[in-house]
């Protein structure tokens, strides 16, 4: 078979999720710069209240990420979609109208960010979900690879702006520009085919807890998918604990100006985009789980780099080595989710993805509370360290699992895996 049937470019919807998703993380992107910084610049937050901030960004993913994951198996994936990026647009809009009325406040960028965390939530389970009916199974790694580096590229793009927008025009317009891409992509969201399959029936569905269960023991019953999950989860752990203190470092410490933390934060995407570009050429020439192993032994000791960052040259040798860390993490956001949705039949997609956005999200609530924890008790740097640690280490459980010995994709299952013997029985 040529490439060319093969290629999700060829699919009407997969284009319109493509540029839809571009506008949703553009505008993820900028509030991940603009929020914290207005904080820090304008509220003035300090360093537990920033990792504080940073957590409830992604504490929804801890509060309702498992039954949204149930949820999204219910509902039509395109309503979910767009629901979840008109609500972004809304409470992202909400800032700078309180910023023009002078009533802007602490609690309420904590409101702001909670909320907009519960809409990413589904957002995030909903595309993921979707995307095998959209391009087929086939088409899923060169799918989620264009994805990946969307993901990056907006990253890029968006965090640098973000900061250079700050930096020109002020936290809260910056913010509303935010606003402005979430609504562009609800509207786009709107042109995706209406082809899904219908929810089931009520008298079909098992009960909420019972589908949640069985999403989780698909996950953690699973020596491949739980490595992937563990690893995935202690590396958002440690570059959370590390961003949560990044604001609070470059303006307070290094006085350095809000286009420099966009420019580090756009290194990282920038990582991100190299390393989904070689993905699939080395698994294609190391194996798919080999190359899984094999990049984590490679590049993920280059994170405690990040922890020398300071001004002068050491915010280059940083910035570097965040560059080398978030090479890796491309390399896993195409082959670790290719893997884990090839590993999932089609009515436990929604469950799967909700468990690893519940562990990996949740992960990133954590780091950001703690790294806020350490950073007020022991210090900003020691805060850093911390997470620059846990990062270099993340690697060891996919490293020492199945899924290092894995050279092909699996085929497949259409229907939910029972349980095996050292999992819990069937709810």
Known sequence: MTEAPRSPWRLRDFRILFAAGALSHLGSNVGYVAIPLLAVTTLGSGP????ALAALSTAAFLLIGLPAGAWVDRLPGRRVLVAADAVRALLFASIPVAWWL?????????????????ATVFFDVGSQSVLPELVGRERLAPANTALVSLMAGASIAGRGAGGLLVQLFTAPLAILGGAIAYLASATGLTGIGRRHAPAAAPADRKQLRAEIAEGLRHVLGSRE???????ATLSNLGAQMINAMLPVLFTRELHLPAGALGAYWA???LGILLGAGVARRLAARLGHGRTLG?????FSPAALTVALVDDGPWLWVAG????????????NNVLGVTLRQRMTPDPLLGRMNAT????????????????????QTAGVRMAIWAGAICMACAFLPVFYSPVRTLRELPVTTTAPRRASASSAPEA
């Open 48 to 51: 537990g209240q920033a990792g």
């Open 102 to 118: 002078g009533v802007l406040s602490l609690p309420q960028l904590y409101a702001v960010v909670l909320l907009n965390g519960c």
């Open 225 to 231: 998918l739980r490595a992937l999950a563990l690893t």
């Open 267 to 269: 290194a990282g995407g």
């Open 294 to 298: 094999l990049a984590g032994l490679w």
């Open 320 to 331: 570097a080595g965040w560059l080398v860390t978030t090479a890796k993490t491309g390399i």
């Open 356 to 375: 690893f956005r519940f562990l990996l999200t949740g992960a990133l609530a954590i780091g950001s509370a703690l790294g806020g924890l350490i950073g």
